[in-house]
């Protein structure tokens, strides 16, 4: 199963490295559109290659697409932190309610009584 990953993962690269030679010929990037850039008398450009906003804009998606994700999931993260502070404190009380059960019995006893109520459940 790791070679199958390998192998794909090379695959990909191979075809973005094919993709990035392809579209090497420069694109000039411009914040607004020539209309609103004269009635504004500004406009930011910047001319990178065209597989460079390409993959950029693919990463931002994949950015944003994963924080919206964990945005999402936060009430699940906090349910599951909240049942396993619940489940520590059960632990704990049960804990101290076996020990003041076996408090005044001898070791020996108290050890068989347990195995016997884990054979019960």
Do not use: C
Request: net charge positive; charged share 25%; no cysteine.
């Amino acid at each position: 199963m790791r070679y199958i990953r390998y192998l794909l993962v090379g695959v990909i690269v191979a075809a973005l490295v094919v993709m990035a030679l392809a579209n090497r010929s420069m694109v000039t990037l411009t914040v607004l559109p020539d209309s609103l850039a004269t009635l504004a008398n500004w406009n930011f450009g910047i001319s990178l290659p065209l597989f460079i906003i390409v993959l950029g804009g693919v990463g931002v998606g994949l950015l944003l697409g994963y924080l919206l994700e964990w945005i999402r999931e936060s009430k699940h993260r906090s349910e599951v932190s909240k049942r396993q502070r619940q489940v520590k404190s059960l632990h704990r009380e049960v804990t101290r309610l076996k020990a003041e059960k076996n408090d005044g019995k001898d070791d020996v006893l108290a050890i068989l009584e347990e195995a016997e109520t884990r054979k019960a459940s």
